[in-house]
């Protein structure tokens, strides 16, 4: 804020804050001047605010969760800074190409939305993926430019008596957003279902943050993983997630139960129908279909 227009807020006749008399002039209290910097601060207090922006980040560190992919930490602007994201939204990452070409993929972080200084994504990396294959080349103390937050869906507490998360692959970040804001919220009494697919045990992302999720909380979650390619002794589910488990293991439509899935092309081809464009659902089809879901019953991520 500039001092003109500091001076000219001061000044307006609605804004009523006591001066104070000094030699040679006026000042402000000293307690009204920390109570409006303060108030100005916490106003400030989100790096990013939806205002169209792109803001560099510097990447803080970095390591691999699996062969092709990486968990990746970034400063915000602030060390007192929350992101600005609500559950659940995603951010815009930009990069230029030799060429001058501009590539934007959404990403959307796994941090706390209320974690300060910093936010927390995994990303996979890709074969021909221009986004992924960069920001996997970062270095600690590289920038990469984002915006948003782009808002997927608001979430409010016990929105929905349960809901069910259907997910495969790097689709399991904005699932983990809902199970994480949902779980850390003791007034939030909403059930969890999360079936999770992958090809491999290898290839199962933040299991450990999902796994320590579900064990502080067995009446709440319940959490099933789906493999393509199982090892012996596994004890989840092996093959894809079909229409018949759902059959079984799905409530059922209802107002009181929400679907949300997000994953690979096969798996909404599947289950649900591809979404029609970011802001058309399309109706449902596939799987869910059959079992009497419509888009008022399901969320596609």
């Given at each position: 804020m500039s001092?003109?227009?500091?001076?000219?807020r001061i000044a307006h006749p609605r804004v009523l804050i006591p001066l104070t008399v000094v030699a040679g002039g006026l000042s402000i209290a000293a307690f009204n001047y920390s109570t409006f910097s303060r108030t100005m601060s916490n106003e400030a207090g989100k790096t990013f605010k939806g205002d169209n922006e792109w803001i560099d980040l510097k990447l803080k560190k970095e390591w691999h969760v699996?062969?092709?992919?990486?968990?990746?930490?970034?400063?915000?602007?602030?060390?007192?800074?929350v992101s600005g994201l609500i559950t659940a939204s995603a951010?815009?990452?930009?990069?230029v190409t030799e060429k001058g070409n501009n590539v934007i993929r959404p990403y959307t972080p796994i941090s706390d939305i209320?974690?300060?200084?910093?936010i927390e994504f995994v990303i996979k990396k890709y074969d021909g993926g221009k986004a992924s294959t960069h920001i996997h080349e970062l270095k600690v103390g590289d920038s990469?430019?984002?915006?948003?937050?782009?808002?997927?869906?608001k979430w409010e507490p016990n929105q929905y008596e349960s809901i069910s998360l259907i997910g495969g692959g790097t689709g399991i970040t904005p699932l983990y957003q809902l199970l994480?804001?949902?779980?850390?919220?003791?007034?939030?009494?909403?059930?969890?279902n999360l079936f999770f697919g992958n090809l491999t045990k290898d290839d199962i992302l933040i299991k450990k943050e999902i796994d320590d999720i579900a064990s502080k909380h067995k009446e709440q979650v319940n959490v099933v993983y789906f493999l393509d390619k199982a090892p012996e002794n596994w004890e989840g589910e092996t093959g894809y997630i079909s229409k018949e488990y759902l059959e079984k293991n799905l409530p059922g439509p209802s107002p009181k139960h929400k679907v949300f899935i997000c994953g690979p092309p096969?798996?909404?081809?599947?289950?649900?129908g591809p979404k029609v464009s970011p802001t058309d659902q399309g109706e449902v089809t596939g799987g869910l279909a059959e079992l009497g879901y419509t888009k008022e019953h399901v969320y596609k991520f």
């Open positions: 001092s003109t227009s500091f001076i000219s699996s062969p092709n992919t990486k968990h990746l930490v970034f400063d915000l602007e602030d060390k007192d800074h951010l815009l990452t930009k990069f209320d974690e300060k200084g910093q990469l430019s984002f915006k948003g937050p782009i808002v997927k869906w994480h804001e949902i779980t850390k919220n003791p007034e939030d009494k909403t059930k969890i096969p798996l909404y081809k599947s289950l649900s």
